[in-house]
């Protein structure tokens, strides 16, 4: 079961019921759509949400990058870290550009054993990760699924998605009071960690922190984090703000884009409006550091 090569597409494809079947497009766009990809943008729902990467690339436009969203569902720096691998099979990346929140998520991402390799999977972080024997059996199970899927059921391939973009967002507009209830609700309960407890819990995420920065030196690829809080933080910067540091370059989006309450779908994403307002601002901060 660890040597058996399995069909990569597959995998993506059978992920049909989670994050809106948005795996499947990532792997077309990565492996199969021949336009390169000079800026990915990687991160979680609030990349998908709130990055119009067609609208950025247009902004661009005299620069003639390609710019893509290849967000996914839920935070777990691993698949972040498995994506990036992906990518630099098919093309040349020239900025990096990682979604970080108020802090890191300490824990793997629950799609990583599903679509990681298998040695990534056997050979990931040990220390720290609650979700290291649970990854093992989950992709093992999933790859005997997958073998069983093309070899003994044959399962039929969907057809290939052509969309060159991940922007996904919605038109509608929170209401200020649940805005400023999941607000109250968040500030409550933000926990403040120790600099002892913050070192011991946040090495699974800074291990694959380094990682990428690691493989993004190796391809001469320039690092940038991009700041996207939920409403109403009380956090002007990640609490990681130094790792950070480290690495590349912080993009942390103007107060007023991040306060207009017009901005918001909900409490954690924006809707188109607010997109639009940070893709143009993210557009003219690519422009400077090039």
């Known amino acids: 079961m660890v040597f058996i090569p399995v069909d990569r597409r597959l995998q993506y494809q059978g992920l049909e019921n989670d994050c809106f079947n948005h795996a499947l497009w990532i792997h077309d766009r990565i492996f199969i759509n021949a336009k390169p990809v000079d800026i990915a943008f990687l991160g979680s729902s609030r990349t998908i949400n709130n990055i119009n990467d067609q609208m950025i690339e247009e902004k661009l436009h005299p620069l003639k990058f390609h710019v893509v969203n290849f967000g996914y569902c839920r935070f777990g720096r691993n698949l972040s870290y498995v994506l990036m691998k992906d990518i630099l099979k098919e093309t040349k990346v020239h900025i990096l550009i990682l979604e970080v ?28 990760n609650k979700n290291l024997i649970f990854d093992y059996y989950r992709h093992l199970t999933y790859k005997l699924e997958t073998l069983k899927d ?6 039929e391939e969907v057809p290939v998605r052509q969309d060159a973009y991940g922007f996904s967002s919605f038109d509608d507009t929170a209401s200020i009071e649940l805005l400023n209830e999941a607000k109250m609700r968040r500030n409550m309960q933000a926990p403040k960690l120790s600099r002892f407890s913050r070192n011991f819990h946040m090495q699974y995420p800074r291990k694959y922190l380094k990682d990428i920065s690691d493989v993004c030196k190796e391809n001469d690829i320039r690092i940038c984090f991009l700041y996207l809080p939920a409403y109403g933080t009380s956090l002007l910067k990640p609490a990681e703000f130094y790792t950070y540091m480290k690495y590349g370059e912080i993009f942390i989006p103007p107060s007023g884009i991040l306060n207009n309450t017009n901005n918001w779908f909900d409490e954690n994403h924006f809707n188109q409006n607010g997109a639009r307002e940070l893709s143009g601002w993210i557009a003219c901060e690519l422009k400077m550091i090039k």
């Open 101 to 128: 929140r108020e802090d890191e998520d300490r824990y793997s991402h629950p799609i990583f054993p599903y679509i990681a390799e298998t040695r990534d999977v056997f050979l990931a972080y040990p220390f720290f």
């Open 150 to 155: 093309d070899y003994i059921n044959r399962c």
